[in-house]
């Protein structure tokens, strides 16, 4: 009996370290909905049962990095702290939550803010991939439709432009408009099932570019070591100035 355990439980480690598990950390300006999405997240895939629920509320919240995940789910997600408030400015953002650590990234942002470009060449400085979540999608519908006096179809088109101005921005992201409060609507069903194929991606698309910048390093260097090879030799076989100046005395 108690072989079979042990023969079960190394089995299960042989699955947990077959199966990775992708580290994704949820990024983005304060109270942009970071923390409402991970509850989301969890929600869609488990119901309310799945007792993930990081704190949500009006005012800053997320002050500490904080990991979310359950042992045989794909992805884990990472409560980052927002930036833009007091205690987390923009600058070193990056730096201060080291974002560099993470396989990929959920940006959430529920208005487009200038810091977003700046992370965005972060994250493709580091050869990585991240996804765009558009928040608060129903609250951003409800205030347009209302105060254009819109139908569904020019919603969708002013959608639409929307979409078409953030791609200017952020070519090849993945954009998806969301409501955290209702995961089943809006783009939200699509964005967490592509999740796992975008850290996929980030991590191939990580891999290649240290490949690549390797690869530069090492061209870089043999021409450098080349260069002065060169130099030594065309020293050593040109005549010095007083051997010229012998040899021209000879002549
Ligand atoms: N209507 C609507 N409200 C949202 C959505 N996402 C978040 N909220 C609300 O926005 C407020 C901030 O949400 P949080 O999830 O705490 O935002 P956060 O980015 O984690 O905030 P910090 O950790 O403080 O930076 C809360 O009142 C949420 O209920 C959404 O998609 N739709
Ligand atoms: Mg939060």
Same mark, same amino acid.
């Given at each position: 009996?108690?072989?079979?355990?042990?023969?079960?439980?190394?089995?299960?480690?042989?699955?947990?370290?077959?199966?990775?598990?992708?580290?994704?950390?949820?990024?983005?300006?304060?109270?942009?909905?970071?923390?409402?999405?991970?509850?989301?997240?969890?929600?869609?895939?488990?119901?309310?049962?799945?007792?993930?629920?990081?704190?949500?509320?009006?005012?800053?919240?997320?002050?500490?990095?904080?990991?979310?995940?359950?042992?045989?789910?794909?992805?884990?997600?990472?409560?980052?702290?927002?930036?833009?408030?007091?205690?987390?400015?923009?600058?070193?953002?990056?730096?201060?939550?080291?974002?560099?650590?993470?396989?990929?990234?959920? #940006?959430?942002?529920?208005?487009?803010?200038?810091?977003?470009?700046?992370?965005?060449?972060?994250?493709?400085?580091?050869?990585?991939?991240?996804?765009?979540?558009?928040?608060?999608?129903? #609250?951003?519908?409800?205030?347009?439709?209302?105060?254009?006096?819109?139908?569904?179809?020019?919603?969708?088109?002013?959608?639409?432009?929307?979409?078409?101005?953030?791609?200017?921005?952020?070519?090849?992201?993945?954009?998806?408009?969301?409501?955290?409060?209702?995961?089943?609507?809006?783009?939200?069903?699509?964005?967490?099932?592509?999740?796992?194929?975008?850290?996929?991606?980030?991590?191939?698309?990580?891999?290649?570019?240290?490949?690549?910048?390797?690869?530069?390093?090492?061209?870089?260097?043999?021409?450098?070591?080349?260069?002065?090879?060169?130099?030594?030799?065309?020293?050593?076989?040109?005549?010095?100035?007083?051997?010229?100046?012998?040899?021209?005395?000879?002549?």
């Amino acid at each position: 009996m108690l072989e079979k355990i042990i023969e079960a439980n190394k089995a299960v480690e042989r699955d947990m370290a077959d199966s990775r598990q992708y580290k994704i950390a949820v990024i983005g300006k304060m109270k942009s909905g970071k923390s409402s999405f991970i509850r989301a997240y969890f929600r869609y895939f488990f119901g309310d049962d799945a007792g993930i629920n990081p704190p949500i509320d009006i005012v800053e919240c997320t002050r500490v990095s904080r990991e979310y995940s359950l042992p045989f789910h794909e992805v884990a997600l990472w409560d980052i702290p927002g930036y833009g408030s007091t205690s987390v400015t923009e600058k070193d953002y990056f730096k201060l939550h080291q974002l560099d650590k993470y396989d990929a990234y959920v #940006m959430c942002s529920a208005v487009y803010s200038d810091f977003e470009l700046a992370l965005h060449n972060e994250i493709a400085l580091q050869g990585k991939r991240y996804v765009y979540a558009r928040t608060k999608t129903d #609250m951003a519908m409800r205030n347009w439709m209302r105060s254009q006096n819109a139908t569904d179809a020019e919603w969708t088109r002013e959608r639409n432009k929307i979409e078409q101005s953030l791609k200017t921005y952020f070519h090849d992201v993945p954009i998806f408009f969301i409501d955290n409060k209702k995961p089943n609507e809006f783009d939200f069903p699509n964005l967490v099932i592509q999740l796992p194929y975008i850290a996929d991606f980030s991590i191939e698309s990580r891999r290649k570019k240290q490949e690549h910048d390797k690869k530069k390093k090492k061209t870089s260097k043999q021409h450098s070591t080349q260069r002065s090879t060169h130099r030594s030799t065309q020293h050593s076989t040109q005549p010095s100035t007083n051997e010229t100046a012998s040899s021209c005395a000879l002549m």
